[in-house]
């Protein structure tokens, strides 16, 4: 029986049928493992495709850089015009040139921190029924996509719910509080953003709860525990980084809405009395305002309050990092 050996290839005949047979080329180590010598063709693939990711890293990483060079530069005559008073300053009024974005960043920081206050229960509530009690089965499907079509519905849609339908509930409950009843304000739009929010922190508190290694739950169900121990002293303290980091996606996604929470919150340039009271967004004005923008430091302010809003998410994406590391770390 003749074998010829090629670089990649061996040929051998079949002793059965006369044929030919080509197999991958086995090299076998000192230590007896076998291993696949890989050709020149897949070791080029694998250097392009290594060159590939690192190439749209890299890529992804300038834009972030060139979207906030952008907004440094087009802001530049606000800054020379406003100062750091930009950040503190209480009063907006384009007609005197006189810009601060005090009032905005604090109906931005309210609406985005109570919004993921009302959503925390709910998300974790969705999570664990679906990752633990209802993994599978009609009605876990059925929660699914109606969780999944919370997140996908526009958030214009959102707004016109908020408008017909929590605003009166909000009113009617503002009247009986003693509260002004105007409806629109800061709770009205942490409502809605509440509601929006949801599923980003449900879904990946889902994925993570399944991750959980079933031994783990099993050694714990064989010494006793209930099935609120084991989700309180297994399923929670093994999920922990992943749960937060949910909680991270819902914030950024509260601090970036613009459309449903500009038609909910009242567009006021006042520090809000109350959560209650109407008030503004550093995203609603910018929407309100950037087409009437008539002369250049007016637009260079809106472009500047972009860009505060920017380094704000930044700098609440970077704590929560910083958080998430020290939970895998324990």
């Given at each position: 029986?003749?074998?010829?050996?090629?670089?990649?290839?061996?040929?051998?005949?079949?002793?059965?049928?006369?044929?030919?047979?080509?197999?991958?080329?086995?090299?076998?180590?000192?230590?007896?493992?076998?291993?696949?010598?890989?050709?020149?063709?897949?070791?080029?693939?694998?250097?392009?495709?290594?060159?590939?990711?690192?190439?749209?890293?890299?890529?992804?990483?300038?834009?972030?850089?060139?979207?906030?060079?952008?907004?440094?530069?087009?802001?530049?005559?606000?800054?020379?015009?406003?100062?750091?008073?930009?950040?503190w300053g209480k009063t907006w009024d384009p007609v005197k040139d006189v810009f601060g974005v005090y009032?905005?960043?604090?109906?931005?920081?309210?609406?985005?921190?109570?919004?993921?206050?009302?959503?925390?229960?709910?998300?974790?509530?969705?999570?664990?029924?679906?990752?633990?009690?209802?993994?599978?089965?009609?009605?876990?499907?059925?929660?699914?996509?109606?969780?999944?079509?919370?997140?996908?519905?526009?958030?214009?849609?959102?707004?016109?719910?908020?408008?017909?339908?929590?605003?009166?509930?909000?009113?009617?409950?503002?009247?009986?509080?003693?509260?002004?009843?105007?409806?629109?304000?800061?709770?009205?739009?942490?409502?809605?953003?509440?509601?929006?929010?949801?599923?980003?922190?449900?879904?990946?508190?889902?994925?993570?709860?399944?991750?959980?290694?079933?031994?783990?739950?099993?050694?714990?169900?064989?010494?006793?525990?209930?099935?609120?121990?084991?989700?309180?002293?297994?399923?929670?303290?093994?999920?922990?980084?992943?749960?937060?980091?949910?909680?991270?996606?819902?914030?950024?996604?509260?601090?970036?809405?613009?459309?449903?929470?500009?038609?909910?919150?009242?567009?006021?340039?006042?520090?809000?009395?109350?959560?209650?009271?109407?008030?503004?967004?550093?995203?609603?004005?910018?929407?309100?305002?950037?087409?009437?923008?008539?002369?250049?430091?007016?637009?260079?302010?809106l472009i500047e309050l972009g860009l505060v809003l920017f380094v704000v998410t930044v700098v609440i994406?970077?704590?929560?990092?910083?958080?998430?590391?020290?939970?895998?770390?324990?």
């Amino acid at each position: 029986m003749e074998t010829s050996v090629d670089n990649d290839l061996i040929t051998r005949p079949d002793l059965t049928t006369g044929r030919v047979i080509a197999s991958t080329k086995i090299q076998e180590d000192v230590k007896g493992i076998k291993r696949v010598k890989r050709s020149h063709r897949q070791i080029r693939a694998e250097n392009v495709f290594r060159r590939t990711l690192v190439i749209v890293a890299l890529t992804m990483v300038v834009l972030v850089l060139g979207i906030m060079l952008t907004l440094v530069v087009q802001s530049i005559p606000s800054i020379k015009s406003a100062g750091l008073g930009f950040l503190w300053g209480k009063t907006w009024d384009p007609v005197k040139d006189v810009f601060g974005v005090y009032p905005f960043l604090l109906g931005t920081i309210l609406t985005s921190f109570m919004a993921l206050i009302i959503s925390i229960p709910f998300s974790f509530a969705v999570g664990i029924f679906l990752g633990e009690y209802y993994p599978k089965g009609w009605v876990s499907n059925i929660l699914k996509n109606t969780v999944e079509l919370i997140a996908a519905v526009p958030s214009v849609i959102y707004g016109f719910w908020g408008l017909a339908v929590l605003v009166p509930l909000v009113r009617g409950f503002e009247t009986k509080i003693g509260v002004d009843p105007v409806g629109l304000g800061i709770f009205t739009s942490s409502l809605i953003l509440a509601v929006m929010i949801i599923p980003y922190a449900a879904s990946l508190g889902r994925s993570m709860i399944q991750m959980v290694p079933s031994n783990l739950k099993e050694a714990a169900y064989s010494l006793g525990a209930t099935r609120w121990e084991v989700i309180r002293s297994v399923i929670l303290p093994y999920t922990r980084s992943g749960l937060f980091a949910g909680i991270m996606l819902s914030l950024g996604r509260a601090l970036g809405e613009t459309m449903a929470v500009t038609m909910v919150i009242g567009n006021t340039s006042l520090i809000p009395k109350n959560i209650f009271s109407p008030g503004n967004t550093m995203a609603s004005v910018i929407a309100n305002e950037f087409t009437e923008a008539d002369h250049p430091v007016y637009l260079s302010a809106l472009i500047e309050l972009g860009l505060v809003l920017f380094v704000v998410t930044v700098v609440i994406n970077m704590i929560g990092k910083r958080l998430i590391k020290g939970f895998s770390n324990e």
